[in-house]
C-alpha cells in the first residue's frame, strides 16, 4: 500500500501564501518554505519544477486575496472611484508585503495593475460606468488621474509616509475626484 502524502500541494501553497504576506515574496525560499512546512525540500521539488512555478502560484493567490479584499470592503462614499481607491490604500496599509508584490514589483507573470484591479468583477469597470451615470465625459481619463494619485497614497503607506485616518482619506479621495471632474 502506498505511502500516504502528508505534504500537500495545497498544504505548501497556503504556507508559502502565509509567508509572502509575512515577510514578502523575496523570503519564500525553498529552505525557509521547508523549515515552515515542516518537511525537506524534496516535497516542494516534487510538486513544482521550479521556485518560479511556486512563486506563479503565489502570485494568482495574492491576486484573488486583493479581490476578495476588495469585494468585502466596506463603501465609504457615493463618488466613483473612492470605495476603490480607499480599499487600494487600506490594502497597502494592512498588507504591505502582497501590495508591493502585486503593485510595485516585476513580478507581474503577464497581468497589467489594470487587469488586477479590474478583477474578474471588472471593479474598473463598474466604477467607469458609475462615472459615466454620473455625467462624467471621460470616465478613463478621470480614472487615470484618480489613479495616479491614488496610487501615490498607497505607495507613501508602504514607506510610513501617508498617516491620514480614514475620514481624512475619504475627504480627500471625494475632493480630488471632485477637482479632476
Not at 518560479?52 to 465609504?76: G, H, M, P, Q, T
Not at 498607497?154 to 514607506?159: Q, Y
Amino acid at each position: 500500500m502506498p505511502r500516504k502524502e502528508s505534504i500537500t500541494k495545497q498544504y505548501l501553497i497556503d504556507t508559502a501564501f502565509l509567508m509572502a504576506k509575512q515577510e514578502g515574496i523575496e523570503n519564500v525560499t525553498a529552505r525557509k518554505l521547508a523549515s515552515r512546512a515542516g518537511c525537506s525540500t524534496q516535497p516542494i521539488f516534487r510538486l513544482y519544477e521550479n521556485m518560479e512555478d511556486l512563486w506563479k502560484e503565489i502570485y494568482d493567490k495574492s491576486v484573488e486575496f486583493f479581490a476578495f479584499y476588495n469585494e468585502r470592503s466596506k463603501n465609504v462614499a457615493e463618488e466613483p472611484f473612492v470605495n476603490l481607491g480607499y480599499a487600494y490604500i487600506r490594502f497597502a496599509a494592512e498588507e504591505t508585503n502582497l501590495f508591493k508584490m502585486l503593485f510595485l514589483s516585476d513580478l507581474n507573470y503577464g497581468k497589467s495593475m489594470y487587469e488586477v484591479l479590474n478583477g474578474k468583477s471588472g471593479l474598473v469597470q463598474a466604477e467607469m460606468a458609475k462615472a459615466k451615470m454620473a455625467g462624467v465625459a471621460n470616465s478613463g481619463e478621470l480614472f487615470t488621474k484618480m489613479w495616479i494619485f491614488v496610487h501615490g497614497a498607497a505607495c507613501m503607506t508602504t514607506t510610513g509616509d501617508y498617516d491620514l485616518g480614514a475620514d481624512e482619506t475619504v475627504t480627500l479621495l471625494k475632493s480630488t475626484y471632485r477637482s479632476f471632474m
